[in-house]
């Protein structure tokens, strides 16, 4: 499985942007799928997950209620929906997949996108 984000940019506090992930290969729906983000200097973090036919979703706290995370199995993509954006969302965002259950440490994950840069002006 390859995975190719696209969909970031800079945006000011306050405003929007949707982040794609689009698959190729095999199987895509066999996949559970998370977005990660990394900021400088920090670990790579959890964001949010969705189950692999999308009946099931997760955020981490900071971003409940402002991004949506959704699926395409049709078009092998997931889009993660970021709204009310704030400087600390700043970040490369990354998508990856796996076979198991969505979990929250990076290692879990079978395949990784190659990250699209989010950065939030104030």
């Known amino acids: 499985v390859q995975l190719q984000a696209s969909g970031g940019g800079l945006v000011q506090a306050g405003g929007s942007l949707r982040l794609s992930c689009a698959a190729s290969?095999?199987?895509?729906?066999?996949?559970?799928i998370g977005w990660f983000r990394q900021a400088p200097g920090k670990e790579r973090e959890f964001v949010s997950g969705?189950?692999?036919?999308?009946?099931?979703?997760y955020y981490t706290d900071s971003v409940k209620g402002r991004f949506t995370i959704s699926r395409d199995n049709a078009k092998n993509t997931v889009y993660l929906q970021m709204n009310s954006l704030k400087p600390e969302d700043t970040a490369v965002y990354y998508c990856?997949?796996?076979?198991?259950?969505?979990?929250?440490?990076?290692?879990?994950?079978?395949?990784w996108g190659q990250g699209t840069q989010v950065t939030v002006s104030s």
């Open positions: 990856a997949v796996l076979r198991g259950d969505i979990a929250g440490r990076p290692t879990a994950y079978d395949y």
């Open positions: 290969g095999s199987f895509f729906s066999n996949y559970n």
């Open positions: 969705i189950s692999r036919i999308g009946t099931s979703t």
